[in-house]
T-cell receptor, first 118, second 118 residues
Framework: KAGVTQTPRYLIKTRGQQVTLSCSPISGHRSVSWYQQTPGQGLQFLFEYFSETQRNKGNFPGRFSGRQFSNSRSEMNVSTLELGDSALYLC?????????????????FGEGSRLTVL | AQTVTQSQPEMSVQEAETVTLSCTYDTSESNYYLFWYKQPPSRQMILVIRQEAYKQQNATENRFSVNFQKAAKSFSLKISDSQLGDTAMYFCAFIEGLPGGGADGLTFGKGTHLIIQP
């Protein structure tokens, strides 16, 4: 069974540009959640998509957005990039909501996309 | 809001030694769950161990065990007979039990970088 796949693994952008990251969940999983990981802040929840609908959103500006397709693949987009957006972006997939999966430990993470903003 | 604190940014031990990683958390809830996740250089977060707050017995998974002190709000991870493959970032995480709040799932600490020396 294939795991969670994130692309690209590495990318470099300049300030003001936008970026789109992709996450393909485990087959059959309907929930995809996104996290930003930085040395200073650790892992912070960005948002969750479940059956193509955004369920929850963390405390991030509107420059951060996402969507989910009918095949459960999800993309997140960051517009007008800032230096502080440099981070590892992780996605996680689960059968149930991120809330329930977090409790049961049935949350499966990808290897992340490392974004560097120059 | 819940907080999770890991006070050791980095630790280094010799192979085969036992190491303990510290974690404290703050919550007013009585029903919650605690976790340790491992993030090796491949960057994929992997669940190491899970503890239910209402269970007094400390969870164990092979060489990994926890010391859960509910009154002190402390949740440390002990790794016995450490191996080179244990080198990774370790994150302590918290989530309220249902039907509580926290719809965005897990709250993570900032991590401890554990290095196992040969």
């Amino acid at each position: 069974k294939a795991g969670v796949t994130q692309t690209p693994r590495y990318l470099i952008k300049t300030r003001g540009q936008q970026v789109t990251l992709s996450c393909s969940p485990i087959s059959g999983h309907r929930s995809v959640s996104w996290y930003q990981q930085t040395p200073g802040q650790g892992l912070q929840f960005l948002f969750e998509y479940f059956s193509e609908t955004q369920r929850n959103k963390g405390n991030f500006p509107g420059r951060f957005s996402g969507r989910q397709f009918s095949n459960s693949r999800s993309e997140m987009n960051v517009s007008t990039l800032e230096l502080g957006d440099s981070a590892l972006y992780l996605c996680a997939s689960s059968l149930t909501s991120v809330r329930v999966a977090g409790i049961t430990g049935e949350l499966f993470f990808g290897e992340g996309s490392r974004l560097t903003v120059l | 809001a819940q907080t999770v604190t890991q006070s050791q940014p980095e630790m280094s031990v010799q192979e085969a030694e036992t190491v303990t990683l510290s974690c404290t958390y703050d919550t007013s809830e009585s029903n919650y769950y605690l976790f340790w996740y491992k993030q090796p250089p491949s960057r994929q977060m992997i669940l190491v161990i899970r503890q239910e707050a209402y269970k007094q017995q400390n969870a164990t998974e092979n060489r990994f065990s926890v010391n859960f002190q509910k009154a002190a709000k402390s949740f440390s991870l002990k790794i016995s007979d450490s191996q080179l493959g244990d080198t990774a970032m370790y994150f302590c995480a918290f989530i309220e039990g249902l039907p509580g709040g926290g719809a965005d799932g897990l709250t993570f600490g900032k991590g401890t970088h554990l290095i196992i020396q040969p």
